[in-house]
């Protein structure tokens, strides 16, 4: 039976986190990960090109939160970075988020200035006070014909649902520009860690306090473990509770397949990411990991991404019939005042990285302070 103060399930950005805060001022931190490896989706590290390569995906950090800045910056030192994505569409590369570029390409136009765009925009969007789902966002902001193809069918290929089957709020988190600007983010901090996301994970977790154990399943071993004072879990809520046999009904959450190639050639495509958002592939996206950082390899790898609804989850797929299971789930959670659901699964909530960070400081700060409340009363 192993015993530890503070409990915490997973080690992606919140449970590192928390473990972090945590050992920083004296308690002795139990993390258990059913990975075989730290920095959850984060987790990243050198192929057989040579090339680091992110085994889930790209992360791009960006924020305006100098909190959250400084905060990372104890554990790496950060290279600029700013992000920038093309999309495929009728035979060329457009930028995205739709700026001035993309309708002029698409459209065959000489738009100049962010005067002309914005009237541009006005006599081509569908006036939506209040959008009820993705489709309406996305209509009110470009309109019907950059809607069929930069939007329907991209976001049926990742959520295997069409815009009107989802809340609005999942395409209204996508940016349009009156401008020129390519960046896919428009944060005052975008950077990249100079050793990888994996080792900024190692830093973090590199604490005398902190227990690690891989490869370990929690809900599976659960009576092992005693004596805790707060227990953190940041898997899949429904989960959680199918474990304590209150499992009313699964949530829904999108996978990704990650189809990995060596490619004998410098490059494969001119940019890191290119999006796929027709009907002519299944996927959604190449990502050439040899441009970030501009490394250097005499072959490159890419790899292609396919949305599923096998293997592990990623994404919480926000809609009204999720959100009601959800909602069933945070008023069990909440019951239980020493168990902490935090982060994207736990909280069936999208969190962009510095989101994630934020979340998991901001409920240190507030527990510490709750502790401090009831020491002094």
Known sequence: MKQTDILIIGAGISGAVLAERYASIGKKVLVIEKRSHIAGNCYDYTDENGILVSKYGAHLFHTNDQTVWRYVNQFSDWYPWEHKVKARVDGKSVPIPVNITTVNELFGLSIEDEQQMKVWLEENRIPISRPRNGKEAVLNRVGAVLYEKMFRHYTKKQWDKYPEELDASVLERIPVRTNFDDRYFSDECQALPAGGYTQLFENMLDHPNIEILLDTDYLETKNHYSGYE????????DRFFEFTGQLTEKLEYRSIY??????????????????????????TRIVEYKHFGNQKSSKTTIVKEYTTDEGEPYYPVPNPKNQEIYSSYKT??????????????????????????????????????????????
Do not use: C, W
Not at 267 to 272: G, L, W
Not at 342 to 349: E, M, Q
Not at 354 to 374: I, M, R, S, V
């Open 258 to 283: 990650f189809a990995k190639e060596t490619i004998d050639a410098e490059y494969f495509q001119e940019n890191s990411v290119v999006n796929y958002p027709g009907t002519d592939t299944r996927y």
């Open 230 to 237: 707060k227990l953190f879990y940041t898997g899949p809520i």
């Open 332 to 377: 069990l959670a909440e019951q239980l005042p020493d168990i902490h659901f935090v982060g994207r699964l736990a909280n069936y909530k999208y969190f962009n990285m510095d989101e994630a960070f934020k979340n998991a400081l901001d409920l240190f700060e507030n527990l510490q302070d709750k502790n401090t409340l009831k020491t002094a009363g």
